[in-house]
């Protein structure tokens, strides 16, 4: 185990895979109602892979998102009951209903915006990378990227400027094994993009996405790489999602019971408990106080997001340029 975590830092860390779990477990719900506009992508399975790198951002780093954005806004500290209100369309959402599920945005907490263009988010992180670099205070910048945009143009264009500018950016690659219904083994041209970082000039590692702990670790390396001055990291997991692409997917592209052998062996929240309360002094009690909590909270932001109200139609033109 790293030796910077102490029990209040995994009490946290459970909090944030359990509030991102329990988040998309009700949203598949409430969307399959009807209450959600729009296309939902959610992130249940891979909760590891953004709390392990979000608990060690600093609230002046800036996280660049994807569409499958969620769990990257609650481990950067994006409030839920804005989040869930946001997914709903409704004015009082963190983007006050303009963004929905796939550009939530809250700069206040540096999280620089899911993002609908697959690709989208490398060229984001670099700016924020260079604008960290100029200020000098150790600041960095991390993207979160799926195995489909590990092949799209603007990741490698940036990949490229990240490395030639020595810029503090970290290229975090999510493998799912699939974009859409593509496999990666279609469509990715190497065993691990973690390969692909030579080809850049950077340290390149792929680890268990499922494996908190060495997302954890992992990132610690990087991190401490870019503040201090050495340059960006590409960093693989290699983790599976629990639902469908999107919403309404019925996955006929995966196995019968792929999707349940998953929930049951390579769970890593499952995986989390079971280390901590072996290995560390939190006990089964202390876990599912936390559960309690985050059931409130998501029923609270349920409850908010379907009372808040619409969008007048005044608020068409705001938020919509800004002005500089
Ligand atoms: C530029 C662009 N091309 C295609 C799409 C359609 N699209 C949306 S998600 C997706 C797959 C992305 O796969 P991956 O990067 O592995 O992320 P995952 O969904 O697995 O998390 C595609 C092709 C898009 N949104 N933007
Ligand atoms: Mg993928």
Known sequence: MPQSLSVEDLLDAYRT?????????????????????????????????????????RDDDRLASNHRGHGHCIAKGVEVKGMMAELYGKKT?????????????????????????????????CGAALAAKRKGAGGLAVVFAGDGASNQGTTFEAMNLASVWQ?????????????????????????????????????????????FFAVYSAFQEASDRARSGDGPSLIEHKLDRFYGHFEGDNQSYRGKDEVKTLRENACCIKRFKSIVTTDHDISDQQLSAIDDEI??????????????????????????????
């Open 93 to 125: 959402g963190t983007c006050h209903g303009k963004g929905g599920s796939m550009h939530i945005a809250d700069l206040d907490v540096g999280m620089m915006g899911a993002n609908g263009i697959v690709g989208g988010g490398p060229p984001l992180a």
């Open 295 to 324: 059931a409130v909270l998501i029923d609270e932001a349920v409850a908010y997001a379907e009372n808040s109200p619409n969008p007048d139609e005044s608020d068409l033109m705001t938020d919509v340029y800004i002005k500089y």
């Open 17 to 57: 895979m359990k509030t991102i779990r329990e988040f998309e477990d009700r949203v598949h719900i409430e969307f399959a109602k009807g209450g959600i506009p729009g296309f939902v992508h959610l992130y249940a399975g891979e909760e590891a892979s953004a709390t392990g790198i979000g608990m060690q951002l």
């Open 167 to 211: 810029l503090p950016v970290i290229f975090v690659f999510e493998n799912n094994g699939y974009a859409e219904a593509t496999a990666s083994k279609f469509s990715v041209s190497c065993e691990n993009i973690s390969e692909r970082a030579a080809g850049f000039g950077m340290p390149g590692v792929t680890v268990n996405g499922h494996d």
